[in-house]
């Protein structure tokens, strides 16, 4: 085993599985206010809760057959919803509402990951993984391209901001200056340069996920700047130059993932018809919390 590998999953160290029964698990994001894990099964449209003393419970049905969540500064949920074609965000007072449907005056065609930057801009991937009955729902394509967007802060601005892919899971590195995304058809991830703006440059690329199927998804970074994704195996994991340390192995085959706990070192990986967790000893980057906003009244 790799020394940096262990050091980050040390030997002995084991997978638990927390639920099973789903059709195909997909994006968890831990709420740390709640202390809890949520998480979509997108064809059996519902968005699951656990916490460690109650367990399983539904939190959302129907949910739009939601894939990618995060949380916002401010801890509101951001899902992206195959089947509505939307990117939607939950009010404080548990109001949902759309924030990204069209470009153009063009439907979306499936939003299917999503993270938030410390500024509050959302940028989400919009792949035509959706455009079906059993993932979300038969319509037509039609936009000409599958983009990488950028929602501004305020909302007012929306714009493709890479449009050169087939793009799925997302990454911030974790000063923001990189953008991670993977490319599921092409079976490699691609880093780009973030300005202060939040335009996307010098794409280039960062590593290779050999192997089928469906590799790579979901991405997430750890403190450190390692990157964590889900392929053959399990979760990949490569250091901050692309080399790649090790995999964690999941007994099935992992869509996304996410950190969680009070720590930040627990790994929540969902995995088709069941979500695991693995303890870790290197923390992930915390979602949801005022704490990474420069400024969070640029926060609508």
């Given at each position: 085993?790799?020394?940096?590998?262990?050091?980050?999953?040390?030997?002995?160290?084991?997978t638990a599985k927390l639920g099973t029964g789903f059709q195909f698990t997909e994006g968890p994001v831990w709420d740390a206010r709640g202390e809890y894990l949520l998480f979509s099964d997108i064809p059996g449209d519902r968005i699951s809760r656990w916490t460690s003393q109650e367990?399983?419970?539904?939190?959302?049905?129907?949910?739009?057959?939601?894939?990618?969540?995060?949380?916002?500064?401010?801890?509101?949920?951001?899902?992206?919803?195959?089947?509505?074609r939307r990117v939607s965000r939950t009010e404080e007072d548990g109001t949902v509402v759309t924030i990204a449907s069209h470009f153009q005056g063009k439907k979306l065609n499936s939003p299917n990951d999503v993270v938030v930057k410390s500024d509050g801009s959302v940028y989400f991937t919009d792949p035509p993984y959706g455009l079906n009955p059993m993932f979300g729902t038969m319509g037509r394509q039609e936009l000409p391209f599958y983009g990488v967007y950028?929602?501004?802060?305020d909302g007012s601005d929306l714009k493709p901001v890479i449009v050169d892919s087939v793009p799925n899971g997302l990454a911030f590195s974790p000063d923001e200056?990189?953008?991670?995304?993977?490319?599921?058809?092409?079976?490699?991830?691609?880093?780009?340069?973030v300005d202060a703006a939040g335009n996307t440059a010098n794409g280039r690329l960062f590593a290779d996920l050999p192997g089928e199927p469906l590799a790579p998804d979901g991405m997430k970074v750890d403190t450190e700047g390692n990157l964590y994704v889900t392929g053959k195996g399990g979760v990949w994991v490569f250091d901050?130059?692309?080399?790649?340390?090790?995999?964690?192995p999941v007994p099935e085959l992992p869509a996304n993932l996410c950190w969680g706990e009070s720590d930040w070192k627990t790994l929540f990986i969902a995995a088709r018809s069941s979500v695991y967790r693995v303890r870790l000893a290197?923390?992930?980057?915390?979602v949801g919390s005022p704490r990474r906003l420069h400024n969070e009244t640029d926060v609508p």
């Open positions: 085993m790799n020394p940096e590998f262990e050091r980050i999953f040390p030997h002995g160290t084991e367990g399983l419970s539904v939190f959302r049905s129907p949910s739009g057959k939601s894939n990618g969540l995060t949380l916002d500064g401010r801890g509101r949920l951001v899902a992206c919803e195959h089947a509505n950028r929602l501004s802060p200056s990189l953008l991670y995304v993977a490319d599921t058809e092409k079976n490699h991830v691609r880093v780009f340069d901050p130059k692309g080399v790649r340390l090790g995999i964690i290197v923390a992930g980057i915390p």
